[in-house]
Structure formats: C-alpha cells, structure tokens
C-alpha cells in the first residue's frame, strides 16, 4: 500500500516570499502520479500542480513548482511571491499510473495536509 | 457548466438513522470517489467506482454504502453502524480515457444532533 507523509502541519510565510512544502511517500510502483492539492477557507479542492512520475522534468505552473526526487521519493512544493490568497491547506497525493482496464480504477492517496498562512 | 454537484451542503443525523447524501457529474466521467475529512487527518478513502454496476471498497468502508446504477450518479448512505459520522464528505470524479486529475465536488458537512 502507498503512503504519503507531510510532516509539517503549520507554516506561515510573509507576503512576497518563498515558501516549501515537503512531501515524501512510499511505494513499489515506478509508473504513478503525485499532486499537490489546495483546500481554502471554502474547502473546495483545488489541483494546484502534477507531476509524472515518468517525467525528470519538475512541473511548475506560474508560482508553483516542485522539486520531485524520485529515487528519495520526495515531491515538495515551491511557492514564489506568496499572496494572501495562498492561505489555505495544502496536500499531496500519490496515484498509480494504470493502463487502461476496463473496470480498473486508480485511487489517489493523500497526506495529511501543511496548513499554510500567508501574512502581511 | 460541467461540475459535480453535491448536495446538501449541510446534513444532520439522529442517532439510528440512514441518511444518502447525493453526487452528481456532468462531465461524463467513468470513475467516483467518496472521501471523508476529519481535521487533522486529510482525506480518506471510503468507496470507489469505476464503471456503472460495479464499486469497490476504499480504506475506511465499514458503515457506509454505495451504489451505482447511473453513470452520473453515486450516492453515498451513511448508515447507522457508522458510529462517529460527523465529517466532512467529499467526493470527486475522473475520467478514465487518461490518467487525469480528480475533479472534486464542494462537499457536505454531516453532523450529528
């Protein structure tokens, strides 16, 4: 079975500075996917990045990037020039890569979530 | 606008008592989820579905129930063997044409009175 670990239940950044949040998960899969997920105030989720597993290219999408090492099994999160609306908690996930089978599902397994507070 | 509808947003149980709380998807997605969030301990998986008529059991099933008859459709019962249901519910679609992101719904708030 996966697992996921966060090991950083709270952090807290001042507006316009960089923050990283730390993942490492555990599995014997060599094709699968990670995600980092956002949850505001409103709790909706909200897919913040992916990441192939595949890929040695990290992801980025504007402010976020990751640093993904697959042989130490670490996918962290970097925010850059955080805003106040980056508050929120955020949470990584593991999926198994599967090929398609009929009436095969893939579950995503997520940590336990970094609460994030961006301050002035 | 394609989506996944959840409702209600807000639910009450009695002791002993059955209650459903509804997910619907428009996306044409093969694949739902049902997750519940307690504080503290992220998501958990509690059922999934990959095609219509057919579900398997997540980590934490016992005293919940599913069902599948719709591809649109899965709806969860909170039964009352679920002895601590008080939780926040989410659940979430995918498509299954690629390995794509999980689509979640904005979530029910179960309470018990």
């Known amino acids: 079975a996966q697992t996921v670990t966060q090991s950083q239940p709270e952090m807290s950044v001042q507006e316009a500075e960089t923050v990283t949040l730390s993942c490492t998960y555990d599995?014997?899969?060599?094709?699968?996917?990670l995600f980092w997920y956002k949850q505001p105030p409103s709790r909706q989720m909200i897919l913040v990045i992916r990441?192939?597993?595949?890929?040695?290219q990290n992801a980025t999408e504007n402010r976020f990037s990751v640093n993904f090492q697959k042989a130490a099994k670490s996918f962290s999160l970097k925010i850059s020039d955080s805003q106040l609306g980056d508050t929120a908690m955020y949470f990584c996930?593991?999926?198994?890569?599967?090929?398609?089978?009929?009436?095969?599902?893939?579950?995503?397994?997520f940590g336990t979530g970094t609460r994030l507070q961006v301050t002035l | 606008d394609g989506g996944i509808t959840q409702s209600p947003k807000y639910l009450f149980r009695k002791e002993g008592q059955n209650v459903t709380l509804s997910c619907e998807q428009n996306?044409?997605?093969?694949?739902m989820y049902w997750y519940r969030q307690d504080p503290g301990q992220g998501l958990r998986l509690i059922y999934y579905?990959?095609?219509?008529?057919?579900?398997q059991k997540g980590d934490i099933a016992e005293g919940y129930s599913v069902s599948r008859e719709k591809k649109e459709s899965f709806p969860l019962t909170v039964t009352s063997a679920q002895k601590n249901p008080t939780a926040f519910y989410l659940c979430?679609?995918?498509?299954?044409?690629?390995?794509?992101?999980?689509?979640f719904g904005s979530g029910t708030q179960l309470s018990v009175l």
């Open positions: 990441q192939e597993a595949y890929k040695q």
């Open positions: 579905s990959q095609i219509v008529n057919d579900f």
């Open positions: 979430a679609s995918r498509s299954s044409a690629t390995n794509e992101k999980l689509f």
């Open positions: 599995t014997s899969e060599s094709n699968y996917y």
């Open positions: 996306l044409n997605h093969d694949a």
């Open positions: 996930a593991f999926m198994k890569h599967l090929f398609l089978i009929a009436g095969t599902a893939s579950k995503l397994t």
